[in-house]
C-alpha cells in the first residue's frame, strides 16, 4: 500500500486523538474534551468548530466511522 504524504502531519498543539483511514490518511480529532471536532487529512472532510460543543466522545464515535469509510490520500490538499 502506497502511504499518504497526510499519513504523518504535524500534530496539532490539541490533538486529542489521530486514526488512519482505510489508505493511511490521518483522520485527527482536536480541540478539548469537552468541545472537540476531527477533521480528514486524506479527503479534507470533518466539522468545524460550531456553536455545538461536542464531547470528545461523540466526536471519536464520528471520526472512528469516517475512518473506516474513508479511503481517500489527497497529495495536495493544502491542510
Ligand atoms: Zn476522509
Given at each position: 500500500m502506497?502511504?499518504?504524504?497526510?499519513t504523518?502531519?504535524?500534530?496539532?498543539?490539541?490533538?486529542?486523538?489521530?486514526?488512519?483511514?482505510?489508505v493511511?490518511?490521518?483522520?485527527?480529532?482536536?480541540?478539548?474534551?469537552?468541545?472537540?471536532?476531527w477533521?480528514?487529512h486524506?479527503?479534507?472532510?470533518?466539522?468545524?468548530?460550531?456553536?455545538?460543543?461536542?464531547?470528545?466522545?461523540?466526536?471519536?464515535?464520528?471520526?472512528?466511522?469516517?475512518?473506516?469509510?474513508c479511503?481517500?490520500?489527497?497529495?495536495?490538499?493544502?491542510?
Amino acid at each position: 500500500m502506497k502511504l499518504s504524504p497526510n499519513t504523518a502531519p504535524a500534530e496539532p498543539t490539541d490533538l486529542l486523538i489521530r486514526m488512519h483511514n482505510q489508505v493511511g490518511a490521518a483522520v485527527d480529532v482536536t480541540g478539548t474534551p469537552d468541545s472537540s471536532y476531527w477533521s480528514c487529512h486524506g479527503c479534507g472532510y470533518g466539522y468545524g468548530y460550531s456553536s455545538i460543543d461536542h464531547h470528545v466522545d461523540t466526536t471519536r464515535a464520528r471520526a472512528n466511522a469516517h475512518a473506516a469509510d474513508c479511503r481517500a490520500a489527497y497529495h495536495r490538499l493544502d491542510r
